[in-house]
T-cell receptor
Framework: GAVVSQHPSRVICKSGTSVKIECRSLDFQATTMFWYRQFPKQSLMLMATSNEGSKATYEQGVEKDKFLINHASLTLSTLTVTSAHPEDSSFYIC??????????FGSGTRLTVV | KQEVTQIPAALSVPEGENLVLNCSFTDSAIYNLQWFRQDPGKGLTSLLLIQSSQREQTSGRLNASLDKSSGRSTLYIAASQPGDSATYLCAVAEGYSTLTFGKGTMLLVSP
């Protein structure tokens, strides 16, 4: 199989603080992981592509200084939402691609900024 | 730019019915197509993956078809159950990393 673990599942933080979300591939190595964001009743939107050992590739309109991505190993990518504001409240999901298996997604993180 | 459309947006059926969810995409040059299920507030669960060279895939009561030339895929659910209630997402991959999602079909199966 292909299992991706995402942590935490829920987080509430105060406005202005930073939050780190972890995404791990448990039984395979993922040179590339992806971070998505989903607003209520909307489709998933790709935020950035995380590449192991190099800088992430951000989609147009996504602030790279606000959404810091680190992919330091073949099994771990992290997304840090810096100086969070209420409008950053959303559902964040990571995924990884396993060859011949397709994309596997983490369970998501519900971020609420108060 | 690839666009993925899912019809209907919402569907309510009684338990036991067979149903079809539709997905269409604008650019037929795809790498593969994948159907996912999403329960409220949860992450995605992969249901079926169809490579561009394949026409269909089956898993249990689920059958997904792919017609690249017409830019269409269908997800067939046989003998629906209340536990099938969820949002079903269709996503097409155009290359190694680009995955475009539809907005999903919200399915409610009533007992």
């Amino acid at each position: 199989g292909a299992v991706v673990s995402q942590h935490p599942s829920r987080v509430i933080c105060k406005s202005g603080t930073s939050v780190k979300i972890e995404c791990r591939s448990l039984d395979f190595q993922a040179t590339t992981m992806f971070w998505y964001r989903q607003f209520p009743k909307q489709s998933l939107m790709l935020m950035a592509t995380s590449n192991e050992g190099s800088k992430a590739t951000y989609e147009q309109g996504v602030e790279k200084d606000k959404f810091l991505i680190n992919h330091a190993s073949l099994t771990l990518s992290t997304l840090t939402v810096t100086s969070a504001h209420p409008e950053d409240s959303s559902f964040y999901i990571c995924s990884a691609l396993k060859e011949n298996y397709g994309y596997t997604f983490g369970s998501g993180t519900r971020l609420t900024v108060v | 730019k690839q666009e993925v459309t899912q019809i209907p947006a919402a569907l309510s059926v009684p338990e036991g019915e067979n149903l079809v969810l539709n997905c269409s995409f604008t650019d037929s040059a795809i790498y593969n197509l994948q159907w996912f299920r999403q329960d409220p507030g949860k992450g995605l669960t992969s249901l079926l993956l169809i490579q561009s060279s394949q026409r269909e895939q089956t898993s249990g009561r689920l059958n997904a078809s792919l017609d690249k030339s017409s830019g269409r895929s269908t997800l067939y659910i046989a003998a629906s159950q209340p536990g099938d209630s969820a949002t079903y997402l269709c996503a097409v991959a155009e290359g190694y990393s680009t995955l475009t999602f539809g907005k999903g079909t919200m399915l409610l199966v009533s007992p």
